[in-house]
C-alpha cells in the first residue's frame, strides 16, 4: 500500500523521559509503516534546551506560527532537582509556559471516552470539555511580603504621567499582596476561540466568572463574551441550535456535577487549570484526556494533557518492565494530522488520524490496555499490556481495519 503523502510539514516537538519513549515508539510503529510522515523536527528534551540556552523552544514556536500546526510531547519543568540531575546552566523557564506565551490563545481539553471507563459522576453521559485561558491573571502576578505597617496601594500611570490610585490596604501588620493583570486583546480572543470552537463541534457553551464579588476585574471578561457574542455570534449559535449561557463560577460548578456533559466550559486561567485536572481524573485519566492550543491566529499545537511520567521512566532505565498509557499522545498526534489535512485538503490524511484513532479505542474496549485503566475498568477479561505492546496490539487493531 502506498504510504499517505503530506504537503506542508507538522512541527514536530520532542520531549522528555517516559513520553519520549513512547513517542518514538508511536512513530515507528503507527506513523511510518502507513504516512510519508514530513516534520520539521524540534528537541524541546531538556538536555537540548540547556544546550541551546533555550533558544530551540523560541525556535520551534516561531516555526508553529510559520507553518500553523504543531505536535508536543511532553516536556520536563526544571526544578531544583532537575539543575543537578541534568546539570543545567538555568532553570529553564516551563517550554509550555513560553510557547503560550508566544501563541496566546485558549487551551480545550477533552476526556476520550471509552466504553468500559466510566466516568465518577454517574449523570456525566458525555464529554464535558475544557477551554481554559492562557494568558495572565495569576499566572503572571507580582507579589509582595508585606514585612509590617503601612499602605498598600494600586497605582496606574498613563503614557502622559497620570496617575490613577486605588487604596489596596492600611496594614497595620504583616502581611502579603498580590497584583495581576490581563488584556483587552488577550480577552477578546479567548471569547472568539471558544465561540469558534463551540460551532465547529456544535456544542453549547459555558462561561463563569466571580464577577458580583470582582465587579471591575471579572466583569470585564463578562462584558467582553457578552458584547462579542451578541455582535458577531448570536445568530450563528442560533442557526447551529445552540446556546451561549454564563453564570457565576459557583453556580457554575454546582451545574457541571449536575449536568450531562456534551458541552464546552470555558474559564479564565486559573480556574482552567484547577478544573481541567478535576475534570480530567473524573472522567478516568489524564493519559485519557486531548489538549490543544488554539491562538486567535488560527495556529494550533496538539500535546498530551499530562506530563513525562517520570516514575515510569527510573523504572525503564533500570530495565523494568513499564505499563505507560500512550493514548493522550497517539491523540496529539491524530489531532494534529487531521488539522493538517483539513488544512491542505488531504483527505487520507483525515480518515487516518480517524482510523488510528477508533483502532486506539477498539484495543481498549475489547480489553486490552495499560495498568492505569486496568485499575478502573468496568470490563471483565482485562490483558494488561506493557507500553510497547499495548502500541503494537493498537498496531495490530489499525491492519484489521
Ligand atoms: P505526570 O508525568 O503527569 O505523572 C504523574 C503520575 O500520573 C504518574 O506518576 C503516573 O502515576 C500517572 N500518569 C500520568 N501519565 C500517565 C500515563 N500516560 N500512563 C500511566 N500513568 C500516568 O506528572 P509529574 O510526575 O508531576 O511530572 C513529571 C514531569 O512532567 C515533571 O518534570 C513536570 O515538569 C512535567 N510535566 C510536563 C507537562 C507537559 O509538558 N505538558 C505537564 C505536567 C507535568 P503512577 O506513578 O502512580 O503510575
Ligand atoms: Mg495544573
Request: proline share 2%; glycine share 6%; with cysteine.
Amino acid at each position: 500500500m502506498a504510504k499517505i503523502e503530506m504537503k506542508t510539514p507538522l512541527v514536530e516537538m520532542d520531549g522528555d523521559e517516559m513520553t519520549r519513549i513512547l513517542w518514538k515508539m508511536i512513530k515507528d510503529e503507527l506513523l511510518f509503516p502507513y504516512i510519508d510522515l514530513k516534520t520539521e523536527y524540534y528537541d524541546l528534551g531538556l538536555a537540548y534546551r540547556n544546550e541551546t540556552d533555550d533558544k530551540v523552544t523560541i525556535d520551534s514556536a516561531n516555526a508553529t506560527k510559520k507553518y500553523g500546526v504543531a505536535v508536543k510531547c511532553a516536556t520536563i519543568t526544571p526544578n531544583a532537582a532537575r539543575m543537578s540531575e541534568y546539570n543545567l546552566k538555568e532553570m529553564w523557564k516551563s517550554p509550555n509556559g513560553t510557547i503560550r506565551a508566544a501563541l496566546d490563545g485558549t487551551v480545550f481539553r477533552t476526556p476520550i471516552v471509552v466504553k468500559g471507563i466510566e466516568p465518577c459522576v454517574r449523570n456525566w453521559e458525555k464529554p464535558i470539555t475544557l477551554a481554559r485561558h492562557a494568558y495572565g491573571d495569576v499566572y503572571k502576578n507580582t507579589e509582595i511580603k508585606v514585612p509590617g505597617a503601612g499602605k498598600a496601594e494600586l497605582v496606574f500611570t498613563d503614557e502622559n504621567g497620570k496617575e490613577t490610585r486605588e487604596l489596596i490596604h492600611n496594614f497595620t501588620g504583616a502581611g502579603i499582596i498580590q497584583g495581576m493583570h490581563n488584556t483587552e486583546e488577550s480577552i477578546e480572543s479567548f471569547a472568539k476561540a471558544c465561540f469558534n470552537y463551540a460551532l465547529d463541534t456544535k456544542q453549547d457553551l459555558w462561561f463563569a466568572t466571580k464577577d458580583t464579588i470582582s465587579k471591575k476585574y471579572d466583569h470585564t471578561f463578562k462584558d467582553i463574551f457578552q458584547e462579542i457574542f451578541d455582535k458577531e455570534y448570536k445568530d450563528k449559535f442560533d442557526a447551529a441550535g445552540i446556546e451561549y449561557f454564563y453564570t457565576l463560577i459557583d453556580d457554575a460548578v454546582a451545574r457541571v456535577m449536575k449536568a450531562k456533559g456534551g458541552f464546552i466550559w470555558a474559564c479564565k486561567n486559573y480556574d482552567g487549570d484547577v478544573m481541567s485536572d478535576m475534570v480530567s481524573s473524573a472522567f478516568g485519566s489524564l493519559a485519557m484526556m486531548t489538549s490543544v492550543l488554539v491562538s486567535p491566529s488560527g495556529v494550533y499545537e496538539y500535546e498530551a494533557a499530562h506530563g513525562t511520567v517520570q516514575r515510569h521512566y527510573y523504572k525503564h532505565l533500570k530495565g523494568e518492565e513499564t505499563s505507560t498509557n500512550s493514548v493522550a499522545t497517539i491523540f496529539a498526534w491524530t489531532g494534529a494530522l487531521r488539522k493538517r489535512g483539513e488544512l491542505d485538503g488531504i483527505q487520507e490524511l483525515m480518515e487516518f488520524a480517524d482510523k488510528l484513532e477508533r483502532a486506539t479505542i477498539t484495543t481498549i474496549e475489547s480489553g486490552r490496555m495499560t495498568k492505569d485503566l486496568a485499575l478502573i475498568t468496568s470490563l471483565k477479561d482485562v490483558t494488561v499490556l506493557n507500553s510497547e505492546s499495548f502500541i503494537k496490539e493498537i498496531r495490530k487493531t489499525l491492519e484489521e481495519m
